[in-house]
């Protein structure tokens, strides 16, 4: 039965009767990728199937060159097409699509879209291994609005078809003493941490970037440097190009394992060159340096995770000084029946303490991404923010899993204005001196009707507050409803 439904879905995507599935569920997001070993390892059992993942670059199919590692799966033959030696061919791609529906999009300013639309992404991908020390990564998106009132909205619903990742991947031989080193070069996608500050923006259009990474590896570290620009996303055919007005570069480096109590580790400085960034106020030339840190520790059936941000930097002829902390707890119940999980988060980011002073304080999130503050892609996102987050989640059975969310907002600075999940600038926070802003309730339910293949239902309700009742247009309440259907192979 789940494979006809696989089959049902692929041609539903392929027909264009779908939309995109939220970057907070599935597929995994952690990282596969490993040097490629020989066979003789693969026989040894030292390796074993790799998961899909968010980024496809990320996965390392070269275990299925044993026999003995193939199962079932009918892609597997696509997965591993052995070209001599150690060289090696590998395909894959991604169906994904759903119908959405809002009652007062926006809090009901702009054109509205009673009937709902659909949304269809199809992503196509070859790997190409020449050897262990070469690779090459090519893929190809191609998303599509149909039926949305107004029209495709810019930058993520529409990319008639594009490369979204084409780069080179060299793996030079170092001595035993030395860490790996690996260079990549060209269009590739970047995601970090809990991809709140540099992410792909997993939304119906990807965000690519254009540059360089090296990667080392000393033991019990990865560390990534970087300079890059994000890929401008336009409607037509292979019409991409960086986008000349920015710049990112930085340096991630990451500790997963040898420390007591905490079990992953983020350090990391970021920076950031903006031609017109636009806050309420003003617009103008800006140069902006993260500093920050990431912390998951675990006591027990507790986990902790803990992000820390200080941005420093210029905005115009002004000095930039912002801030943002967020700290979350979450308890699991492993032994009870759903294995609930219970969860709170708190994060507090700073706003502008005056619109006249030169010196701006607004905290900016770089490249998020595309959701992380409730279903809803305008509502407020970490920018001049307050924001309390309590959730649960239930896992009904191995295939069915239930998340309920809520999100309550204030502005940390009432001199401050309101600002989207991407950064952009909304309403101005001059008319008004309310500081809470609304909260939203989120439902989703997820079902992974066999290994590559995942429905989803998502629907949320926004309640507004004085802020947004008090500014113009006056908000109203918001609803969303969403029925989401993957494939991946």
Not at 88 to 106: A, C, H, K, P, Q
Not at 188 to 201: I, K, P
Request: with cysteine; hydrophobic share 35%; net charge positive.
């Amino acid at each position: 039965m789940p494979s006809m439904l696989s089959v049902g879905l692929c041609l539903a995507c392929l027909l264009g009767a779908t939309v995109p599935c939220w970057s907070q569920l599935l597929p995994t997001e952690s990282r596969s990728r490993r040097s490629s070993v020989d066979c003789e390892q693969v026989t040894d059992g030292t390796a074993s199937r790799p998961d899909y993942q968010l980024d496809s670059s990320e996965e390392d199919w070269s275990s299925l060159c044993n026999p003995a590692m193939r199962g079932d799966d009918p892609w597997d033959r696509v997965k591993y097409i052995a070209l001599g030696g150690s060289s090696y061919v590998s395909f894959g791609g991604e169906l994904r699509g759903s119908y959405e529906r809002y009652r007062n999009y926006n809090w009901g300013s702009g054109p509205q879209d009673p009937n709902g639309y659909y949304l269809n992404r199809i992503i196509g991908h070859a790997d190409l291994h020449l050897g262990p020390r070469v690779r090459v990564f090519a893929e190809f998106q191609s998303g599509l609005e149909f039926g949305r009132n107004g029209g495709p909205r810019p930058v993520i619903d529409q990319d008639k078809l594009d490369v979204s990742q084409l780069f080179l991947e060299l793996n030079p031989s170092t001595p035993k003493d030395r860490p790996p080193i690996s260079l990549r070069l060209g269009r590739q996608e970047l995601n970090y941490g809990e991809r709140t500050l540099v992410s792909t923006r997993e939304l119906n259009v990807r965000r690519p970037f254009d540059g360089i990474k090296l990667v080392f590896q000393p033991p019990k570290w990865r560390i990534d440097v970087f300079a890059v620009k994000p890929v401008a996303t336009r409607n037509g055919f292979f019409d991409d190009a960086p986008d000349p007005r920015q710049t990112l570069w930085g340096i991630w480096a990451t500790k997963t394992n040898g420390l007591a109590f905490v079990g992953k580790l983020d350090l990391y400085y970021l920076g950031l060159d903006r031609n017109d960034a636009g806050f309420d106020k003003g617009t103008a030339r800006e140069r902006r340096n993260t500093l920050g840190f990431n912390a998951h520790e675990e006591a027990g059936t507790v986990t902790f995770v803990q992000e820390g941000n200080l941005q420093l930097g210029a905005f115009g002829s002004g000095r930039l000084t912002a801030w943002k902390f967020a700290q979350e707890v979450s308890y699991s119940l492993p032994r009870i029946r759903y294995r609930p999980i219970f969860g709170l988060q708190g994060a507090i980011s700073s706003g502008d303490g005056s619109p006249s002073n030169a010196d701006p304080q607004t905290f900016y999130p770089l490249f998020p991404k595309g959701l992380y503050y409730g279903y809803m892609l305008f509502t407020s996102g970490s920018l001049n923010a307050i924001v309390v987050h309590p959730t649960a989640s239930l896992q009904v059975s191995r295939m069915l899993s239930l998340n309920l969310d809520s999100f309550f907002f204030w502005r940390q600075s009432t001199s401050d204005g309101l600002y989207s999940q991407s950064g952009m600038f909304l309403r101005t926070g001059q008319t008004s001196r309310a500081r809470y802003v609304g909260a939203t309730q989120d439902l989703s339910i997820a079902w992974r009707l066999e290994r590559h293949t995942t429905l989803q239902f998502l629907a949320a309700y926004y309640e507004v507050g004085p802020y947004l009742r008090e500014t113009q247009p006056p908000g109203k309440n918001a609803t969303y409803l969403s029925v989401i259907a993957s494939y991946k192979f």
